[in-house]
Structures are given as structure tokens and as C-alpha cells.
């Protein structure tokens, strides 16, 4: 499978009350990844909440990561995505098996990119690119950053921080292969413009190289 589109990131907060609406309207205008974030500790909540999610995503035949966790992806049958600082990828990938997907956080440096390639990751992700209201604090990435990374990887590359339809094109033109938005899809007012933004991401990406 081609890892290339639209990787949209649930954000509790953000989707308080509206929840599978949401995620199901941006399924219905395409999502090759789709990541459930939650910082929170209730693991019964999270249980529950990745099942659900795992059900809408396989009805739409969407690939569903889990965010730092790596027992509840292998619970599940999904993928993970680690940061620097949520355990190895190795055993993650012993864990999970050679087909699923595994992503990693690589900031803005190539370096760890290339050791994460090295330990099986599916893809790597810089950022941030722009500001994040959902993440202010992350490190920055540059775009020069981002066109010397896809000469050197040859895996698929996932751009994160602060993305939206208005600053994405570049992003696109340097090398990103996977669009990671929370804010810039789910920040919608209405599941119909969830779903708009979703298609719009998409074709940023279907009419480049
Ligand atoms: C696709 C993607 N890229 C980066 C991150 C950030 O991961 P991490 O640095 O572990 O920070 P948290 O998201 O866990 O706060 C991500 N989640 N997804
Ligand atoms: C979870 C996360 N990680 C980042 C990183 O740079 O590693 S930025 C980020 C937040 C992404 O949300 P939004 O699209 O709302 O900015
Ligand atoms: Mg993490």
C-alpha cells in the first residue's frame, strides 16, 4: 500500500462531543491514515474509543495508527506511531509484525530519520512546520530541512505541525508525502466542511509528483 494523502490526528479536546461525527465525515472524504491521539490516562476510555474507531476504519477502509502505544495498537491489530520518547521501534515492530505500519517522530533531524529507517519504521515525520495550536511547543522544521530529507529517505514522509489547506502546497512540492493535520481538518464547523477539507487535502496531493 502507497503511503501517500491525507493523515488526519483525533484531538480529544478539539472533538469533544462530536467525536465519530467528525472522524466519519473526513473517512467520507478520503483518509489514508488516520492516528487516535489521546494524552489521557483513562486506558478504559481509550480502549473504547480505539474500537470504535478501528470499526469506522474498517468500514472505510482506512488504516488506523495508535499513538504511543504500542500494546493497545497490537490489542487492536493496528499500527503505532512512537515519538522519541515512547520506547523503541524494534520491539514495536517485533510486537506488530512486519506488516503493520509504524511511524516515528524524526523533528527536524535526518539523522534520526535514517536510524528509524534502519529499525523498520513505515514512514518518518518531520515537524513543526508552522504553529500548532495543538502542540505549540514542538520543535521547528524548515522546508530546506524537508527537500534535503526526501533526497536522502527513500520512506514515505509525513509532515505535521500546524498544516492547513492554505500553507500545505509547499509542504507537497518539497517532498511530503503524508499531510498530518488536526486542527486544519477537524477545526471545521460542520461535518460537511470536514469532509470538503479532507477531499481538498487529498487533491493537493493526487495532482503532484
Ligand atoms: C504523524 C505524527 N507525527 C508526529 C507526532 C508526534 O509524536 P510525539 O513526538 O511522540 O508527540 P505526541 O503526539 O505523542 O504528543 C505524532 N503523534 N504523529
Ligand atoms: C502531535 C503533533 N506533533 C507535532 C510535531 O511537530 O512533532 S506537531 C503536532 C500537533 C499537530 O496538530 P495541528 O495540526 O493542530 O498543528
Ligand atoms: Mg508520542
Known amino acids: 500500500m502507497k503511503l501517500r494523502g491525507l493523515y488526519a490526528i483525533t484531538d480529544s479536546q478539539l472533538l469533544a462531543g462530536k467525536f465519530l461525527t467528525y472522524v466519519e465525515a473526513a473517512l467520507d472524504g478520503g483518509v489514508t491514515l488516520l492516528q487516535y491521539r489521546d494524552k ?9 474509543e480505539a474500537e470504535k474507531l478501528h470499526e469506522l476504519c474498517s468500514r472505510y477502509k482506512t488504516r488506523l495508527i495508535i499513538n504511543d502505544d504500542a500494546e493497545l495498537a497490537a490489542r487492536l491489530g493496528v499500527g503505532v506511531h ?41 514512514y518518518v515525520a518531520f515537524g513543526r512546520f508552522f504553529n500548532s495550536t495543538t502542540k505549540p511547543g514542538a520543535p521547528a522544521a524548515t522546508l530546506e530541512m524537508l527537500a534535503q530529507a526526501r533526497t536522502r529517505l527513500q520512506l514515505p514522509i509525513c509532515v505535521i505541525g500546524g498544516v492547513t489547506l492554505d500553507n500545505a502546497e509547499p509542504l507537497v512540492a518539497h517532498g511530503a508525502d503524508l499531510l498530518a493535520v488536526v486542527h486544519g481538518l477537524f477545526g471545521a464547523d460542520s461535518t ?10 487529498n487533491d493537493l496531493l493526487k495532482y503532484s509528483a
Open 192 to 201: 460537511q466542511d470536514v469532509t470538503r477539507r479532507a477531499r481538498a487535502f
Open 40 to 48: 489521557s490516562s483513562d486506558e478504559a476510555r481509550r480502549l473504547r
Open 82 to 122: 512512537l515519538g522519541q520518547t515512547d520506547g523503541p521501534l524494534t520491539p514495536a515492530r517485533a510486537l506488530l509484525g512486519s506488516k503493520a505500519i509504524i511511524g516515528a517522530t524524526c523533528h527536524d533531524q535526518i539523522e534520526l530519520a535514517e536510524q528509524a529507517a534502519r529499525e523498520g519504521a513505515s
